[in-house]
């Protein structure tokens, strides 16, 4: 009985604008969903392909020179 007395009780303008955020929240998540989904398509074949071997390359020559520069400033502290 409390629960009825409650709702009964309900300003039905603040009920209004409730009913509105939660549709309002609703339709916010159901597009960030289809975000989602459509980004997931796009960029799934993208992060299946190779990476190409002079990028591979190149990320490799970053690592030496990283590991060098490291020696040397372990060395001379």
Same mark, same amino acid.
């Given at each position: 009985?409390?629960?009825?007395? &409650?709702?009964?009780?309900?300003?039905?303008?603040?009920?209004?604008?409730?009913?509105?955020? #939660? *549709?309002? &929240?609703?339709?916010?998540?159901? #597009?960030?969903? !289809?975000? @989602?989904? *459509?980004?997931?398509?796009?960029?799934?074949? !993208? !992060?299946?392909?190779?990476?190409?071997?002079?990028?591979?390359?190149?990320? #490799?020559?970053?690592? *030496? $020179?990283? &590991? $060098? &520069? @490291?020696?040397? $400033?372990?060395?001379?502290?």
């Amino acid at each position: 009985m409390i629960l009825s007395s &409650a709702r009964a009780g309900r300003d039905p303008e603040l009920a209004k604008d409730q009913d509105q955020n #939660r *549709e309002k &929240a609703r339709a916010v998540r159901a #597009r960030q969903r !289809v975000i @989602g989904r *459509e980004l997931r398509r796009i960029y799934d074949g !993208v !992060v299946s392909e190779p990476v190409p071997d002079d990028f591979l390359d190149l990320l #490799r020559r970053i690592d *030496e $020179t990283d &590991a $060098t &520069a @490291g020696n040397h $400033t372990k060395k001379s502290s």
